[in-house]
């Protein structure tokens, strides 16, 4: 029998200048912690949280608790920290660079040791062997444990969920097995009163530097001394590589480039990226249906993959071998017969994809460019990840801000935690009501949302609950963007009852009016003959303290989230134009609220709002397209 939810107690309603919004009680029953989780949450910062959330119509399971939210929050402050050690080093280096290029070359190297750790030590393609059971996961060894920087890359690219699962099936099987993050387990190697991590153990240094080939502890300084093999494109002959130079070529740089010892080749990240492209392409010739090509494993809508036959299919038509007569050839002998640059190999896969349409003035098809951008750098990952961690610190300074990270924050106030957590699992149920939408996530909607995504084998299963598992790595026009909130907000009020954000941000006037109201609505404050009718103003009342908090400590938690990983097209003087054209319809926003309010159209919350406009940053909104139309078609 089905257990319905409980129902939220009534709450004494608050004045305006009141205290922070309480949240009623839940019972849990057992709430005691595996013993296998090393980090210790704050006492009793679940015990709020309701048993059961109604979304699309079934009740279900909290998906992500507080105490997980607690955790991540102590890996974000050490990420945070880490970062700024790096930026501010104070250390010899021979090669001077800014603080964010430093940044940028650490990461490089914080990538390159990822790779290494995830092939090395868990499983790289080729080591299959394990039979996988999703519902008993592997779980990661305490020597196993990477260094925080190798930590932070999983992190982020766990945050990327479609193409971490794609990546996963095609190339990494011993993070497959893992499954979720073991975010209890990582955040009780973090001090969390001073963010650093503890002092690791012999036996767990001594492991990853053997698998890996790398000193335990993330290298914050690099010099021209340091170096790294990579082997060539064309020859498979090891050169040995300086990390950066004086003139900004190193393996770590944005310029590199590189002449073969051997063959001459000169040679560059993307010549390396084309070379993965010709060894998948080798595979895919000689064991057709066991590999495919990057991108054709995992649906874009509904996040789970698809019948091998399909993947079969696309991959033939892109590697040209759709009469089945090309041969398997090493890529060192495709790279001498396609070329070597990105050009090349595009020019190469519209003959397949495109056939008698291949016409230079037609452009290139959106399925064969989102199969190409994951042979665009190196490795067996299909996007960046040094850029994409870079991205994501944008959200980790956004919760370092709001004090998230402070040790000590959580042992008192468990109300915050639990509101972002209620206020997720609603944000999941609006997105199973408006599916093929945009939505806009709020600052501490995307925290529960970003956790929730490092336990992906829980995440995956949001198909089941609202039609699709959300990805968060699509790329949006400029012009897509201007009122992506205010849809947002809009339908967020019309289904919950109350205000989305209440941060200062202004949404359309008419979402904070009151419904039918007219000149002389219910709020009108004054008499016919223009006198205050001081008592009979109604008491302010908050109708849904589990959902937004007219606290001012609360507002900026409930600022729109610009999205860590949406990439923005077409970037310069359109987008300017965009904000321009934002910043007036902001400005007609704010006079037509003052007016609903002296009129009396607008309800409680409008004053609220009012309050906080003055002084406030509007946020450079970057909605979530998470029903995207599948960019594939048939074949595209």
């Keep these: 029998m089905e257990v319905p939810p409980p129902t939220y107690a009534q709450v004494d309603a608050l004045s305006l200048d009141g205290a922070p919004d309480a949240l009623p009680g839940y019972g849990h029953g057992d709430s005691s912690t595996p013993s296998q989780r090393v980090f210790v949450p704050s006492a009793g910062v679940d015990d709020k949280l309701p048993n059961h959330f109604k979304i699309n119509n079934q009740y279900v399971k909290a998906q992500v608790l507080p105490s997980d939210l607690e955790a991540h929050l102590v890996l974000l402050g050490a990420f945070h920290r880490l970062r700024e050690e790096v930026r501010t080093l104070k250390g010899k280096a021979d090669i001077p660079m800014e603080p964010d290029k430093r940044y940028a070359v650490f990461l490089q190297r914080a990538v390159y040791r990822f790779e290494q750790w995830a092939v090395r030590m868990i499983g790289g393609e080729g080591q299959e062997a394990e039979a996988l059971d999703e519902g008993t996961p592997k779980v990661l060894a305490p020597d196993e444990v990477p260094p925080l920087d190798v930590m932070m890359v999983w992190h982020t690219y766990m945050l990327n969920p479609r193409s971490y699962y794609e990546d996963c099936i095609r190339k990494l099987p011993g993070l497959l097995r893992i499954g979720s993050f073991p975010l209890m387990q990582l955040a009780g190697s973090i001090d969390r009163d001073t963010l650093l991590p503890h ?39 090891p050169n040995t590589i300086p990390w950066i130079t004086y003139k900004g070529d190193g393996y770590a740089q944005r310029r590199f480039s590189c002449a073969c010892n051997s063959c001459q080749l000169s040679f560059s990240r993307e010549t390396l990226g084309v070379r993965k ?85 037609i452009s290139t098809p959106r399925a064969l460019n989102i199969i190409l951008s994951a042979y665009r750098q190196p490795g067996p990952f299909s996007i960046d990840l040094a850029s994409a961690v870079i991205r994501q610190m944008n959200f980790v300074d956004k919760m370092v801000h709001l004090g998230f990270t402070e040790s000590g924050r959580w042992e008192e106030d468990h109300d915050t935690l639990t509101r972002c957590v209620v206020r997720y699992h609603h944000f999941l149920d609006f997105m199973s009501s408006t599916t093929g939408k945009f939505a806009v996530p709020t600052l501490d909607i995307d925290l529960a949302w970003h956790t929730h995504q490092l336990l ?92 937004i908090s007219i606290a001012d400590e609360a507002a900026g938690q409930m600022h729109p989230s610009d999205h860590n990983a949406v990439a923005i097209i077409n970037p310069g003087e359109q987008n300017a134009a965009q904000a321009q054209l934002r910043k007036k319809e902001l400005g007609k926003r704010e006079k037509e609220l003052q007016k609903s309010i002296e009129k009396g159209r607008a309800d ?15 946020s450079f909104l970057c909605p979530v397209q998470y029903g995207v139309q599948d960019p594939f078609g048939k074949f595209g």
């Design 456 to 547: 992906c084998s829980s995440y995956r299963k949001l198909k089941d609950m609202i039609g699709v598992v959300p990805d968060h790595d699509d790329k949006v026009s400029q012009g897509a963007l201007s009122d992506a909130y205010d849809k947002t907000a809009e339908a967020w009020k019309a289904r919950f009852g109350v205000p989305y954000s209440v941060c200062g941000c202004l949404p359309p006037t008419k979402s904070l009016e009151v419904p039918g109201s007219d000149s002389r609505g219910s709020f009108w404050p004054f008499s016919k003959k223009g006198k205050s009718k001081v008592d009979e103003h109604p008491k302010f009342e908050n109708s849904r303290p589990d959902l």
């Design 199 to 237: 002092p690791p153990s012999e036996s767990r240094v001594a492991a990853f530097s053997s698998f890996t080939g790398q000193p335990f502890d993330p290298p914050t300084n690099t010099t021209s001394e340091d170096t790294v093999v990579v082997f060539c494109p064309s020859c498979s002959q």
């Design 277 to 361: 492209f010709y060894e998948d392409m080798e595979n895919c010739l000689l064991h057709s249906d066991k590999y495919f090509i990057a991108n054709t494993i995992v649906d874009y809508q509904t996040g789970v993959p698809v019948d091998k036959r399909w993947s079969k299919a696309l991959s033939t038509l892109v590697i040209g071998n759709h009469q089945g007569n090309l041969k398997a050839a090493r890529p060192e002998k495709l790279g001498k017969q396609i070329g070597w640059t990105m050009k090349n190999l595009e020019d190469y896969c519209r003959v397949g994809m495109m056939f008698w349409q291949n016409k230079p003035h």
């Design 604 to 618: 409680q919350w409008a004053e609220v709002v009012r309050k906080r406009v003055m002084d406030h940053t509007p």
